[in-house]
T-cell receptor, first 111, second 120 residues
Framework: QKEVEQDPGPLSVPEGAIVSLNCTYSNSAFQYFMWYRQYSRKGPELLMYTYSSGNKEDGRFTAQVDKSSKYISLFIRDSQPSDSATYLCAMKASGTYKYIFGTGTRLKVLA | GAVVSQHPSRVICKSGTSVKIECRSLDFQATTMFWYRQFPKKSLMLMATSNEGSKATYEQGVEKDKFLINHASLTLSTLTVTSAHPEDSSFYIC????????????????FGAGSRLTVL
């Protein structure tokens, strides 16, 4: 079993839709959770960062962490064609430098 | 915000030659940088951790003689792919840890733009 599972997609949605992206993980020691957005042929850029459980909102983006279910989500409201990219989840435990990444979900927002 | 600059963005080389990729932290000092390799539809694979002033720490299965890493200053790390072969063709990305600024004290990764290596 992989430490982090993420559906690779592609996920196609119409412009304006609410998008839900998810990752599950197996290591209960993970405390730090991140979402990155990666455009084609570019490096990932940090979108959201969450420590431990709970929700965090930033503009159209909301990150949720449910540690009891080992499940994290990223919601995108009012999705735009410019949101079309690959979204990677990443997580790590305390006291380690190693970040574990999901495979990424490819999102296409259709105009 | 913290910026990591990576160069070149694309390089094409002949089999058997060596290629150097540079990674610079532009407005902060990075004692530790990370080098990743990304395959299509696969996770980012950590290759090695680059430590300023000391030897890099390589992940299991990564040939240290093949992928030479040098971190000579607090703002520059380089990855040299030696005697490149077509199977080394890939997307290589560097990153550095930056403080998240929150009370948890965690660091997040800031990535360079990546380097697409094609070995003919």
């Amino acid at each position: 079993q992989k430490e982090v599972e993420q559906d690779p997609g592609p996920l196609s949605v119409p412009e304006g839709a609410i998008v839900s992206l998810n990752c599950t993980y197996s290591n209960s020691a993970f405390q730090y959770f991140m979402w990155y957005r990666q455009y084609s042929r570019k490096g990932p850029e940090l979108l959201m960062y969450t420590y431990s459980s709970g929700n965090k909102e930033d503009g159209r983006f909301t990150a949720q962490v449910d540690k009891s279910s080992k499940y994290i989500s990223l919601f995108i409201r009012d999705s735009q064609p410019s949101d079309s990219a690959t979204y990677l989840c990443a997580m790590k435990a305390s006291g380690t430098y190693k970040y574990i990444f999901g495979t990424g979900t490819r999102l296409k927002v259709l105009a | 915000g913290a910026v990591v600059s990576q160069h070149p963005s694309r390089v094409i080389c002949k089999s058997g030659t060596s290629v150097k990729i540079e990674c610079r932290s532009l407005d902060f000092q990075a004692t530790t940088m990370f080098w990743y390799r990304q395959f299509p539809k696969k996770s980012l694979m950590l290759m090695a951790t680059s430590n300023e002033g000391s030897k890099a720490t390589y992940e299991q299965g990564v040939e240290k003689d093949k992928f030479l890493i040098n971190h000579a200053s607090l703002t520059l790390s380089t990855l040299t792919v030696t005697s490149a072969h077509p199977e080394d063709s890939s997307f290589y990305i560097c990153s550095a840890r930056v403080s998240s600024g929150g009370t948890s004290g965690a660091n997040v990764l800031t990535f360079g733009a990546g380097s697409r290596l094609t070995v003919l």
